[in-house]
């Protein structure tokens, strides 16, 4: 496949008129397109979710291959080549069934590549449940951890835990080097974050959810994370977080360490209505998710990625280049698939997403194929 004549984001050059060759499912070369003639349309590289758990009326934590599937066909669909879906505060017997079904899951082309699983709960914090189920919270358990990832045949590439709580110290420990440990839904104070992140931590999940704020006399697990580089996952949806203090995140925090995720749920791509998020009911009313018992407590979101992305860029005024490496780059680099995932450039996926200069979705290319 050739692509001619597109505005294509970069690596190193930023926006830059170009022709891509895709052969085999691999980009083969990157030629500046020197003709007068406007750009056809901005290219961007297929985007990357780490952390969502479902859309289409299907939950990740329903553990159903047949629903994975419908998951993965809309992620594509909506330019989201690159998924790892997050699973619920379940016990092991309900994560042992997630895994199995997301070990039979097959990468084809139409559906996302699955490329890991990010493991929110149940090693959190009771007082800063969220939407988890608190039947199920427990604390980090290290055997636990074992059999679930040896089942998995490694697929956990994060794994969400409170720092506070007991054994987490040495959980952080024992796996900080073979996965990606992440601060979440926890009652942390600045101390205990800062000792988390110097013994392997180094993700803050959804960033301001479920975690103390910054505080003048008690700066909280958000300065911590700043201050060790630590990598933040961000969600752009226009609920979860007002768009100054996401403008304030991205001039706060290296470019390089920002990763948008949708930390969507079943609802996304429906319209309102009761659905469900880890075996609890949500309400979703004018495109807001919330705990059905409990309408305070948002639930996830019903937005995708892309639309997250597009949301940063043209409603909240986020420089374009750092929207788009936040959703593309820096999640792939977080879980160790940069070396085919995540920008375009030669020897990497031909994974390209088309859009208008006011980024609106216009083309999805996976692998050299256009869906």
């Not at 379940?90 to 890991?116: M, Q």
């Not at 290290?142 to 089942?151: G, S």
């Not at 859009?355 to 050299?368: A, C, E, P, R, Y």
Request: hydrophobic letters at 40%; aromatic letters at 8%.
């Amino acid at each position: 496949m050739l692509i001619e004549n597109v505005n294509a984001f970069l690596p190193e050059e930023g926006f830059k008129k170009v022709d891509i060759q895709i052969d085999n499912k691999k980009i083969i070369s990157i030629t500046e397109n020197k003709s007068d003639k406007e750009a056809d349309f901005m290219a961007i590289p297929g985007l990357c979710d780490v952390h969502f758990h479902g859309a289409m009326n299907h939950d990740f934590g329903d553990a159903d291959l047949e629903g994975l599937n419908v998951i993965g066909e809309y992620e594509a669909k909506n330019g989201v080549l690159a998924i790892a879906p997050a699973t619920m505060t379940f016990d092991e017997e309900r994560l042992n069934r997630i895994i199995d079904t997301a070990n039979s899951y097959e990468n084809l082309t139409g559906k996302a590549d699955l490329v890991g699983i990010n493991m929110e709960g149940p090693f959190i914090s009771p007082e800063k449940i969220g939407a988890q189920n608190p039947k199920f919270i427990k604390e980090p358990d290290i055997n636990m951890f074992k059999r679930l990832q040896d089942r998995a045949k490694g697929k956990f590439k994060i794994v969400d835990l409170a720092p506070e709580v007991n054994n987490a110290m040495e959980f952080i420990k024992q796996f900080g080097k073979e996965v990606k440990i992440s601060i979440a839904h926890t009652c942390t104070d600045y101390d205990i974050a800062k000792k988390a992140f110097e013994n392997g931590a180094a993700h803050l999940t959804h960033i301001y959810n479920a975690m103390p704020g910054i505080h003048h006399r008690n700066p909280g697990p958000i300065i911590a994370a700043y201050e060790e580089n630590a990598e933040i996952e961000m969600i752009a949806d226009g609920l979860h977080i007002h768009p100054a203090v996401v403008r304030f995140t991205f001039d706060m925090f290296d470019e390089d360490k920002i990763i948008l995720i949708s930390d969507s749920m079943m609802a996304c791509g429906l319209p309102d209505g009761e659905y469900e998020l880890g075996a609890q009911r949500v309400t979703v009313n004018n495109a807001k998710a919330t705990l059905t018992r409990d309408p305070s407590v948002l639930a996830g979101s019903v937005t995708n990625l892309f639309e997250c992305m597009r949301r940063a860029i043209v409603e909240m005024n986020v420089p374009a280049p750092k929207a788009i490496k936040a959703a593309t780059i820096n999640p792939a680099k977080s879980i160790g698939i940069d070396d085919e995932f995540g920008s375009i450039e030669v020897g990497k996926f031909g994974n390209i997403v088309l859009t208008d200069n006011k980024f609106n979705l216009k083309k999805v290319i996976q692998k050299g194929k256009i869906l």
